[in-house]
C-alpha cells in the first residue's frame, strides 16, 4: 500500500551500514510486509513476525488509482475528484513502522496495513510511539468497521465496497507527516494551498474485479493533529485517532459532503467505532461542529512560516544560527521581546546552536538575555558559550575560553581620547568587559541603562586611561547628523591605514583595528568549531554584519536595516519591532 507516495517515504529500520550517504532521490521503494491479520481474530502486541522485503518500482507505482478523496480543511469539509497518480514522480525515501500480528490458522480475510513516517518528520520520540500504537490500533479499527458493514444498514454509503468477504486480502496505508507535507499534497492533488488534518485517498476500483481490496491511503499532518489535541483537551494520539477512524470511514464510503443525513450517518459511525474500541475523544465531524460553535479557526496562513511550537516536527536546515543584537534580536526599546525569546528558545531545543555576533561586550549580551531568562549555561548565552564580540575583536570558543583578541593602536586611541576631550564629544573606551571614559555625559550613561553595556568608568586623564588596559575599539557618540556631517569624514582620513571605522548605529562612529570585523570573527570562530559556512544562517541589520550575511549559506537582513547590508542579503526579512529575527527563524531555519 502506499505504492503512490512510497517514493515520499522512508522506513523506520535502521539502514544498513554503507560507506556513502543515502541518495536523496532513489529510483525503487522498498515496501516492509508481514504475516498478515486474519480478520476473524483481535490482533495481539506482543506477536513480532520478521519482516520480507519487496520491491516496487515507482514509475508503476499508479495501476490501482482511485476516484476521489476527502480532507477537513479551515473548519469546513471538502471532496474533490482524485487526480492522475502521475505525481508519484516526487521521490524520496522512505521509512515504516513495523507491523506486528499474531500467529493465527484462520485464513478468512487477511489485513496488510502499512504505518508510515514522512521523511521529513523528525525521529520525535511521541511520535514514534504513536506510530507504534497505530500499527496496533489500525487493524483493530479497520476489523470492526468491517464487521460493522456486516451488521449495518445505511441509506447513504456508497457500496461500492459491499462484500469484503469475496477478497483474499484488504490493504490499507496509513501515513504521518507535517504540516508542509500535507500541504503540498493538498495543493497538488486539490489546488488548495493550505495545510488540513487528514487527506483519505481511494485505491478501491470495482471494475477491476482484483482478489485484493486495494483500500487506500490515510494521510494525517501530526503538526495540525498536536494544535487540535492542544484544543479539545486530549492527547496527540487520541487526535491521530480520532482522524484515522475519519479517514478510514471514508474510504468505506462514507461521505457527511453529500448532504444533511449522510452527516449525521457518518457521524454515528465515527462516534459508535471509537466507543467500542474504548478510544478518548469525539468524532472528527462532532470536533468540528463544535470548533465552528465556538469559533475556533483553524485558517492556515499561505506561506512558508512554521507555527510557534511546530519546529518539532521539522528537520533544521543550518546548524548554527549566527545572530547580530542592536536592531536584529533587539527591538527599537533595546528589548528581546516575548515572541523573539520563545522562538530562541525553541529552535534550541531542537538541537540548532544560537550564537551572538555584535558590537556588544559579552556581559552587556548576558545581561541582556537574563531578562527573558535565557542567560546561563543551559541558556542562550553565558560564559561557557562561544560567541563573537566587540565587532569580532573578541571571539570566544569551546567552553567560553577566548581564541582571538584584537587591539587598537594605542597611538590611535591616544588621539581619539584627545579629540574627545577638546571638543567635548563623549568617547567609550572598550576594555574587554570594562568600558572607560573621560567626562560625565548623558550620552555616555545611555550605553549603560539603553544599550546594557558596563557602566561608563571616568578616567582622570588620557594617560590614566590608556594605562587601564588594551583598549579594543573606541566609539564616539553623538547625534546623527553630527556622526555623519562631522566624525565619520574627520576619522576617515585622520586615521588612515591604522585603523577603521564602522558604523552599527546611525547616532554611533567606531574605531577599530585595521582588517578586524565581525566578518572575520565568525570566519575564525568557524574555523575553530569546525563548521562550515554552508551549515549557518545569519541575520543581521547594520553594515557590520555584510560580511557575516555574505559568508552564511542563508543571510537574512531585517527590513529596518541598511540599505547597503539589503543589498547583499540573500532575505529580506521583517524589522525588528515585528519580531524580524522570530519570523526569520520559523520561516527558514527549518
Known amino acids: 500500500m502506499l505504492l503512490h507516495l512510497s517514493t515520499l517515504l522512508r522506513t523506520i529500520h535502521p539502514r544498513a551500514n554503507t560507506t556513502r550517504p543515502m541518495e536523496r532521490y532513489i529510483p525503487r521503494a522498498t515496501l516492509i510486509s508481514i504475516t498478515p491479520i486474519p480478520i476473524g481474530n483481535t490482533p495481539r502486541p506482543n506477536s513480532i513476525l520478521p519482516p520480507q522485503t519487496h520491491r516496487f518500482d515507482a514509475s508503476k507505482a499508479s495501476l490501482f488509482f482511485g476516484r476521489r478523496f476527502h480532507a477537513l ?53 511521541e511520535i514514534l510511539g504513536v506510530a507504534e500504537l497505530l500499527r496496533i490500533n489500525v487493524p483493530m479499527a479497520l476489523k470492526l468497521a468491517f464487521d460493522g458493514l ?20 484488504v490493504e490499507l496505508s496509513v501515513m504521518l507527516c ?22 483519505s485517498m481511494s485505491q478501491h476500483v470495482p471494475e477491476l474485479r482484483l482478489p485484493i481490496l486495494m483500500l487506500g491511503d490515510v ?68 470536533s468540528a461542529s463544535d470548533a465552528e460553535i465556538n469559533a475556533i479557526s483553524h485558517e492556515d496562513k499561505q506561506d512558508d512560516r ?25 527591538n527599537s526599546k533595546t ?17 540548532v546552536k544560537i550564537v551572538i555576533a555584535t558590537g556588544k561586550t559579552r556581559s552587556a549580551v548576558i545581561n541582556v538575555f537574563k531578562m527573558v531568562d535565557l542567560a546561563g549555561k543551559d541558556g542562550i548565552v553565558s560564559e561557557f558559550s562561544p560567541g563573537v564580540f566587540c565587532q569580532g575583536l573578541l571571539v570566544y570558543g569551546k567552553q567560553g575560553r577566548e581564541i582571538f583578541k584584537g587591539n587598537l593602536d594605542p597611538n590611535v586611541c591616544r588621539e581619539a581620547c584627545l579629540y574627545s576631550w577638546e571638543n567635548r564629544i563623549p568617547l567609550i573606551a572598550y576594555s574587554e568587559d570594562r568600558c572607560f571614559t573621560l567626562f560625565d555625559h548623558p550620552l555616555v550613561d545611555s550605553l549603560h541603562t539603553v544599550y546594557h553595556e558596563p557602566k561608563g568608568e571616568i578616567m582622570p586623564s588620557v594617560e590614566h586611561l590608556l594605562a587601564a588596559g588594551d583598549i579594543q575599539k573606541v566609539i564616539f557618540m553623538d547625534t546623527a547628523e553630527g556622526v555623519a556631517t562631522t566624525l565619520r569624514p574627520y576619522w576617515s582620513g585622520a586615521i588612515r591605514d591604522r585603523a577603521a571605522v564602522v558604523q552599527a548605529q546611525p547616532d554611533m562612529l567606531e574605531i577599530v583595528p585595521p582588517g578586524t570585523s565581525k ?29 557575516m550575511l555574505e559568508l552564511a549559506s542563508l543571510g537574512i537582513a531585517l527590513s529596518n536595516g541598511s540599505e547597503k547590508t539589503k543589498a547583499v542579503a540573500n532575505l529580506i526579512g521583517a524589522s ?10 520559523y520561516r527558514y531555519a527549518f
Open 73 to 125: 480543511c479551515g473548519g469546513g469539509w471538502r471532496t474533490g475528484p482524485r487526480p492522475s497518480l502521475r505525481i508519484c514522480a516526487a521521490q524520496r525515501d522512505y521509512r515504516r513502522v513495523r507491523r506486528r500480528a499474531p500467529k493465527s490458522k484462520v485464513k478468512e480475510l487477511e489485513l496488510n496495513v502499512s504505518i508510515c513516517i514522512e521523511e521529513e518528520l523528525p525521529d520525535d520520540p
Open 335 to 351: 528589548q528581546i521581546s516575548s515572541t523573539t525569546a520563545k522562538a530562541l528558545k525553541e529552535v534550541s531545543s531542537r538541537g
Open 178 to 199: 507535517n504540516d508542509e507535507f500535507i500541504r503540498k499534497l493538498n495543493k497538488e492533488w486539490r489546488d488548495e494551498d493550505h495545510a488540513t488534518d487528514v487527506l
Open 150 to 169: 456486516k451488521a449495518s444498514e445505511y441509506k447513504t454509503r456508497d457500496n461500492a465496497i459491499s462484500d469484503v468477504g469475496g477478497f483474499q486480502s
Open 219 to 286: 494521510v494525517i499532518s501530526v503538526e495540525t493533529a498536536a494544535r487540535q489535541a492542544e484544543e479539545r483537551g486530549h492527547t496527540l494520539l487520541d487526535e491521530i485517532r480520532i482522524l484515522m477512524i475519519h479517514g478510514l470511514l471514508h474510504l468505506l464510503g462514507f461521505d457527511h459532503e453529500i448532504s444533511e443525513e449522510a452527516e449525521v450517518e457518518m457521524e454515528k459511525e465515527e462516534e459508535l467505532l471509537l466507543k467500542s474500541l474504548g478510544w478518548a475523544g469525539k468524532g472528527l465531524i462532532q
Open 306 to 330: 512554521k507555527r510557534e511550537g511546530s519546529l518539532r516536527f521539522y528537520k533544521p536546515k543550518f546548524k548554527y544560527i549566527f545572530c547580530d543584537m542592536d536592531g536584529t534580536l533587539l
Open 519 to 547: 566578518g572575520s570573527g565568525v570566519k575564525l570562530l568557524l574555523d575553530h568549531l569546525g563548521v562550515t559556512p554552508k551549515e549557518i544562517m545569519a541575520i543581521g541589520d547594520g553594515e557590520n554584519d555584510i560580511e
Open 576 to 585: 525588528n519591532d515585528e519580531d524580524g529575527a522570530a519570523d526569520a527563524i
